[in-house]
Each structure stands twice: as C-alpha cells, then as structure tokens.
C-alpha cells in the first residue's frame, strides 16, 4: 500500500466523518424538536382534562392538534434514529456474516433503503402540494394541514441524506474491512449489548460512592 493510497483514504475518511457530524447536529435539533413537541402535548392534554373536568371548557380543536404533532414527532426523530441504530433491524440473518461479506450485505439493504425512502419521499411531496393548493384542513376548527405534510417530507429528506452518508460507509468497508466503521451503525450481540449495560451500571455505582466519600468527607 503506497503512502498515497493511504493519504487518500485518511482524507475520505476525515470527510465521511465531518459529514457525519454536521448530519447528526441536524438530526438532534429534529430530535430536539420532536422531544419538545412531545412535552407540548402533554401538558395540552393536562390543560385538557382539567378544563373540561372543573370549568366544562375544553381546547378548540384539541384532537386536530394531537392529530397534527403526531404527523410531525412520529417523522421527524427518523434520522436520528438510523444513525443511532435504534430502529429494528432484522439481524437474525444478517448478523452471521462479517467481514467484506457483511458490509456488501449492508450495502444492498441501504440501498433497497433509500429506494423506499425516495419513492416515499416523492409521493409525500405530491400530497403536500396537493394539500397546498386546494387548502386542504382538518375537520374541527379547520387547521391547514400542509404544514404537517412538508415536515413529513422534510423527514424523508433527513432520513436518505442519512441512508446516503451510511452507504459510503458501508462502501468504504466493502474496500477496507478492517477499517474503522465511520458514520454506520454496528451490530451488536446480545452479550455485548448486556455487557455495555452492566459497565453503565457500574460506571454509576463507582460516580455515587465517590460522591457520597466526597460528602462525608467534607463533614
């Protein structure tokens, strides 16, 4: 291997990384927002209960405003999840493989992926302009609901830039499998996944015993 190639790899892989990292701050403010959304409607659905149980005066339109943060909480942390890998994955088949055979595995199913995700993608803008045009609103206190439709496609968006940045990882690896994976999700056995559970654990434990040393200690 020439000091070029490997010059030139170095500098592909400090690009996939950058990429990775600039894409993961998008996903976390839509993760963000999604988290905020959340607590928005839970206290609208305490605002609620209250109001129609002491003073017989429910929210307008609180369905249609539950029915419009779901489209958009439900979509938008997508991404997020991919780069996490916390969606579900069916790695029964897939996890007895490794090596450049995994990677090449990994890459088919991005790309199936991004199919899916484009056509969707596609389809979900049509609805918007759709919905953009003729005015289209939900049934109660008549809310537009384009809006809901664009973050959905915003989502979609999200999710293939994502699916994107995974598949040249996964193309790196097909060409280097003993490289370090950058910006893919890694599959973990269920030993591992109890073992980082268990070094969690005690990772607290030990931060509780030196605070609580710290505290008599001090008195």
Not at 143 to 148: Q, S, T, V
Request: aromatic share 12%; glycine share 8%; hydrophobic share 55%.
């Amino acid at each position: 291997m020439s000091s070029n190639e490997s010059t030139e790899r170095s500098s592909a892989a400090q690009l996939l990384s950058r990429a990775d990292a600039q894409l993961f701050r998008m996903e976390s403010f839509f993760n963000l927002t999604s988290a905020m959304l959340i607590l928005f409607l839970m206290l609208l659905a305490v605002v609620q209960v209250v109001g129609r149980k002491f003073f017989n005066f429910p929210i307008p339109g609180y369905v249609d405003w539950v029915e419009m943060a779901m489209a958009i909480f439900c979509f938008l942390s997508i991404a997020y999840t991919q780069k996490l890998g916390g969606h579900v994955r069916m790695e029964f088949f897939i996890g007895r493989f490794s090596g450049r055979l995994l990677w090449v595995l990994e890459v088919i199913g991005t790309l199936v992926a991004m199919w899916i995700i484009a056509v969707l993608a596609w389809y979900g803008w049509e609805h918007f302009v759709r919905a953009w045009v003729i005015g289209d609103s939900s049934i109660d206190i008549e809310i537009p609901i384009w809006p809901g439709k664009l973050i959905v496609v915003i989502a979609f968006i999200s999710l293939e830039l994502r699916l994107l940045v995974q598949l040249f990882g996964f193309l790196r690896l097909v060409a280097h499998p003993d490289a370090e994976p950058i910006g893919v999700p890694i599959i973990e056995t269920v030993d591992e996944q109890a073992q980082k559970e268990i070094d969690a654990g005690l990772a607290g434990e030990e931060e509780k015993v030196t605070i609580v040393g710290d505290t008599g200690g001090r008195s």
